[in-house]
Each structure stands twice: as C-alpha cells, then as structure tokens.
C-alpha cells in the first residue's frame, strides 16, 4: 500500500515538474555552459571531459510540498530526489532508468512526456495484473467451494442412501421381529391356554379330591356316629342290666333285712350301715359317662408357670389361634416386627401367604408347615434364622411354594430340599460364603435368583452351581467379592447384576453361553478399557442395556456390542471419545450418559457419534469440562434430550446444535445449558431453531469469569 501511494504521488510530482522543465530549456542550456566554464577555471584538471555531474534538478513550491509529503510515508532513508526515481523493480525490463544521483547538488534531468506516459502504463498494467490475479484467485475460490459443495452433496446422498438402507434393514429387522414376537406371542397364548387347561384340570382334580374328600370324611362321620350310637347303645343296655342287677341285689338286701328285723327287732337307721360288705357304695354309683368326639378333637396346649416354690398349670389357646400382632385377610397371614422368636405352629390348610419378616425367629422345625401345605409365598427376611437352624424337611411337604424370601439372616448356605416348584429365591444380605454344585440341585423351575451382599467370589462358587436352573432369567451378585464374572452362568439368563463387587477383567469366553443376555451391569467396579477383551461381547445379538458407570475407564470401550442401544458411563474417567466407536452399532446407539468425566471437548472429535447420528435420542454430558458444544451434535436427527450443563461453555454458535437451513420439524425438546459461562445476551435465536419451545432450554444461572 505504501508504494501505491508513492507511485500516485510520483504522479502528481512529474506533472507539477514536467511544463516549468520544457519553459526553461534555453536558460538551462546557458546554465549548463556556465557551469561547463567554471569547471575549467577550477582547475579540474584530474577529470576528463567525459566524468561530468549530472544535471541538477530545480524545484519549485509544489515540488518541495509533494517531497515533504513522500518523507511524512515514513519510507527508509528516502532521498529528497529519490523521491522523484523509483525502485527499478516497478518499471517495465525494458524501461531504461536514469541512475539515481549520489550527490545532492547535482541536478536531475526532467522527465520526457513518453516516460511519464510509460510510467503510468506500468502502473496500469502492474493494476491490470493485479485485478486479473484476484479475478483468478476468486475464481479458484469459487471452483473449491463449488468442489466442496459437490462433495457434501455426494456424502450426503451418500448418507441418505446409507440412511435408507439402515432403514430399509431396519423395517425388515423389526418385520422379523415382530413375525417373531407374533409366533412367540402365539406360543405364550397356547402355552397360557395348556397352563389355563391344566390348572382347570386341575383344579377340577383337586374339587374332585376335595369332593372325595369330603365324601369319605362325611362317610367316617356317619360311620363314627353310626359306631358312637351303637356304642351308647350298648353302654345304656349294660348300665340297664347294671342297674337291674344293682336294684335286685337291693331288693334282695332289703329282704333280708326285713327278715333279721323281723326276728331280731333290729333298731331302725341308716339301712346302707346293714349293708352286705360286697355291696359297697361305688357300686352302687352310675358308671363315668364317656366324652364326646367333638371334645376329643380339640387339641389344647398346657404349660406350667412357676408362682414361688410351686407351679401352676395354665391353660393357653388352641394350637391354630393366631399369635398376639398377627393379622390374617383372605388367604394371607402377617406377623411382622413383633418380637417372634419362635415359628409359630399353624393349622391353616387354605392359607397360601405367610409374611414372619422382621422378627426374632431363629429355627424352622421339620413340622413347621404341616398345617399349611398349601403355601405359595413366604417371607422370612430378617430374623436370626442359621443353616443348622432350618431342619433337612422343613420346606419338602410345600408343593405349592413358588416364593422363598430370606433376606436379612444368618446363612452361610443355600438351603437343602427346597421345593421343585420354587420360582424366585431372595437369599440377600445373608452370611454365604459357598456354593457347591448341589447346592440349587432340583430349582429347574427357578427363574429369579438373588444372592447379593453375602461372602461369595470366584474361588467359592462351583462352576457347575448353575447348571440346574435351566429357566433361570434373572441373576444378581451384587455386593460381594468377585474380581472377575463367574464362568457357569445359564444360557437361559436375561439380565446379569454384578454391580459393587471387585471386578478387573472381562474375559474373552465369560458371556459364550449366555447368548440371550439384554442387560448386564458391571456399575461399581475396577474395570478399564485395556481389561476389556475385544471379543466378550461385541458378536452379541440381544445385549442392549450395558452400565458400566464408576469403574476406572478414561476412554469408551471399543467393540461393544452390535445390538447395544443403551450405555451408562457415568462417574469415570473419561477424556475421549475414540472415532467411529459406535460406527459398527445396528439399529444404532440411543441412550449415551456421559455425565460426571473429564471431556474437555479436545477427546471429541467430528467422528466420535458417526452411526448414532440417525439413532441418539437422549445424550447426557453434563458435569465435564467441555469449553464448546461438542461437534456432531447437529447432526443427530432423532435426537430429544440434551444435557450439557455444569461445564464451561462460553458461547452457542448457529450450527453448533441446530443444522443450518434444516426444514424438518423440530427434535429437540429439552436442552439443558445452566452453571455454563454463556451470555444469554450474545446468543442468536437461530441457535435453538431445531428446539420445539424456547422455553424448554435452560439457561440460568449462569457462573461468572
């Protein structure tokens, strides 16, 4: 810019100087001979005619003004006649300049009308060249950005057609799914029917047992009347023949005794102090009447209750009364947290609940349950009870239990001889520091299986435990000591719980057989992604819940399964998302909980959500350190939920969640940004134009710098 400005200036000086120039050709020519004579009076006698000066240039008012305005550009060491001879570099190479003069009293010879013409052709064509390198520079501007809008045409056609193609897949997954679910929907409703048939069976069964029953009991009744009348019967006639004999005996007596007076004048008294001495006075008493059956069956407890020195025999209620606090509704039975400690003896034949939790209970008898078979559920959590405590037959005659709650007590080991019809089994917060490869032998109908907060670990619990559940779908281990996933789980099983234990490794064969898995979570652990096997469990079909929150990960795992669609990493490590990482997911990741790591936004890259772009339906970050909306973010078209509060965002540009010119109706319908560093005044509206309400984005408050 400074040599444009010196060029113009140049300009202006050569026409100023140019018309006095050709005005005093004649006095210069006079000069030139004068100053031609004082060269020889001067003795120059060293120098030859032909090592003259230079001319002089003279100038005029105008011509002093334009070289103070050329030295004010603050050019380097400018000459005051330099001014008037610029650089070589800006003329043409066929251009002869006139060497600048070294000394400052020689004069410059003017410039002629076809070098100032030359000159300003210079410049016109140096402006010319100029134009035509910006007009080519523009025109490669626009022949990339045209290549760049032609390439993210092509990749998103590209994507579109990979997006149809997912979807297409997708449709025909979720065909086959629901043909699937359909047949399996169709199997549940003829294995209910064949259930519903068979427990009308039965049912039906059991009212003809019941009837029968009830026939043979009112057939001994009647037998036992018809043998109690007969009996009473008897018993009158002989005390009749008793009495019969008793009166003759008397009357016989009697006679006697007549007689003797008769002859002897006996006096008159008491006629029993004559008797004969083999009639005495109990035979003369009615014979001890028999007790009635009904008074028979009533079995009455006694108990004896020292007072002092002596005892004092009391009686208590029959044996089915209900203990004190005990409440029984229908066909269920409650005595929770009154102090029991003793299982109390029943004889409830139609109950089917029991509920003894909370109380002091510490052994279970062998007849415990004979007078209610026909129990379904029982709870005994938190009592005292032990394993030498629970007698071997205490739970066999119960072929009707489908519920057994232990929670809370003092066993070391599973209980023995539990009923094949059990189908859930709660033994947590217990004492269990083994479990043998009998030890859940005959549970083929068990489905869930609890055992948390106990003793147990990998070196306790035999391989082969498992085996016999072959329905099990539901398996928690939390609280314990396992450092890595027990070998041996059922093929059968759906959800896998391991959380709080020691974990450090997952290894490559653990999941082989449990290919039906949907859940598993690992969430309180020591887990990291170097620890993770690469083949665990990535060829996985159903697994699509995984929780791996607070473990010691400082990157997502790679190679999780193809299936997943929900992803817990909450309270890690975290620093980076790796490239492509859920690229290999199908249908696609939906729920990503990110929150409490350490992203700073630097771990992020434009890649790390490709393939959950189409799926992402509720991404949480918050609680990070992240300075911008992380990139990629735009592009998740499904996407519903949004947290990135708690970081350290300063700004919100236009396309950083919000796709520019998008059509499509909004997504988005939560966004949470507060105790960010944004000012909410710097913000565009277009920022949240894939948002479905403004008032749905929360911004305040606010930290401040």
């Known amino acids: 810019m400074k040599w444009v400005l010196l060029l113009a200036a140049l300009g202006v000086l050569l026409l100023m100087v140019v018309p006095p120039a050709q005005g005093h050709q004649r006095s210069g020519a006079k000069r030139e001979r004068q100053r031609r004579g004082k060269k020889r009076r001067g003795g120059g006698g060293g120098r030859g005619p032909d090592r003259t000066k230079s001319p002089q240039m003279t ?14 550009l603050d050019f380097p060491a400018i000459h005051p006649t330099a001014a008037l001879h610029p650089p070589a570099a800006l003329y043409p190479p066929s251009f002869k300049l006139s060497p600048v003069l070294s000394d400052p009293i020689d004069l410059v010879t003017p410039l002629t009308q076809e070098q100032i013409r030359l000159l300003l052709w210079h410049e016109e064509e140096q402006h010319r060249r100029e134009e035509e390198r910006l007009r080519r520079k523009d025109e490669e501007r626009k022949r990339r950005r045209k290549q760049r809008k032609e390439q993210a045409e092509r990749q998103r056609n590209f994507v579109a057609e990979r997006r149809r193609e997912e979807e297409e897949a997708l449709k025909q997954q979720i065909a086959r799914e629901e043909e699937e679910w359909r047949q399996k929907e169709k199997m549940r409703q003829e294995e209910a029917e064949r259930e519903a048939r068979e427990r009308q069976m039965e049912e039906e069964r059991r009212r003809e047992e019941e009837a029968e ?16 009348e007969a009996e009473r019967e008897a018993m009158e006639r002989k005390m009749g023949e008793e009495r019969k004999r008793q009166d003759e005996l008397l009357r016989e007596a009697l006679e006697a005794l007549e007689e003797e007076n008769e002859e002897d004048e006996w006096l008159r008294g008491d006629v029993f102090q004559s008797l004969p001495n083999q009639l005495k006075e109990r035979d003369l008493l009615p014979p001890p009447q028999p007790i009635p059956p009904t008074l028979l069956s009533q079995e009455l407890e006694w108990e004896h209750e020292k007072v002092g020195e002596g005892e004092k025999e009391i009686k208590v209620s029959p044996r089915n009364a209900l203990p004190p606090g005990c409440s029984i509704s229908d066909v269920t039975m409650t005595c929770e947290n009154i102090k029991l400690d003793y299982f109390p003896p029943l004889t409830i034949p139609y109950l089917k609940s029991l509920s003894l939790e909370g109380n002091l209970i510490r052994n279970i008898p062998a007849e415990a349950f004979n007078g209610i078979p026909n129990l379904e559920w029982i709870n005994l959590g938190k009592n005292l009870i032990t394993s030498d405590g629970i007698a071997a037959a205490a739970f066999r005659g119960l072929q009707f239990l489908t519920r057994l709650y232990l929670d809370g007590n003092l066993l070391e080991r599973v209980p023995s001889n539990l009923p094949s019809t059990l189908q859930e089994l709660k033994i947590n917060e217990n004492k269990l520091s083994t479990i043998k490869e009998k030890s859940l032998r005959g549970l083929s109908s068990l489905i869930i299986l609890e055992l948390e ?17 072959t329905q099990l779908f539901y398996l928690r281990l939390g609280r314990n000591h396992f450092r890595t996933v027990p070998q041996g789980l059922p093929p059968t099983l759906l959800e896998l719980y391991l959380e709080n234990n020691m974990i450090e490794e997952i290894s490559e064969v653990v999941f082989n057989n449990t290919t039906s898995l949907t859940l598993v979570s690992l969430r309180h652990n020591r887990l990291d992604e170097t620890r993770m096997a690469p083949l665990a469990w990535i060829n996985h079909r159903s697994l699509e819940s995984i929780d791996l929150s607070h473990n010691d990960l400082y990157l997502v795992p ?23 990482v859920f690229a290999h997911m199908d249908p696609g990741l939906e729920y990503l909980y990110l929150s409490y790591n350490k992203l700073d936004g630097h771990g992020i890259e434009p890649e790390s959500f490709f393939g959950a772009y189409h799926s992402m339906v509720e991404l949480c970050m918050d609680h990070n350190q992240l300075a911008s909306v992380p990139a990629g973010i735009s592009l998740m078209k499904a996407l519903h939920f949004l947290r990135l509060n708690n970081n350290n965002i300063r700004s919100i540009p236009e396309d950083s969640l919000c796709e520019p010119g998008m059509e499509a109706d909004p997504t988005l319908v939560a966004v949470r940004l507060e105790n960010n560093r944004i000012d909410p005044d710097s913000i565009s509206s277009s920022s949240f134009s894939c948002v479905r309400a403004t008032s749905s984005v929360v911004f305040k408050p606010q930290r401040k710098d």
């Open 558 to 580: 790679s190679y999780l399964p193809r299936s997943l669609i929900h992803l817990v990493l909450v309270g890690n490590h975290i620093e980076r998302i790796p490239s492509y």
């Open 453 to 469: 907060d106990n003793l147990l670990s990998e070196n306790n619990v035999d391989p082969s435990a498992f085996s016999p559940l």
């Open 213 to 228: 029953r009830e026939a043979r009991e009112r057939q001994m009744e009647e037998e036992r009347r018809r043998q109690e």
């Open 59 to 72: 100038l005029g008012p105008a011509d002093a003004q334009v070289l103070e305005y050329l030295q004010n």
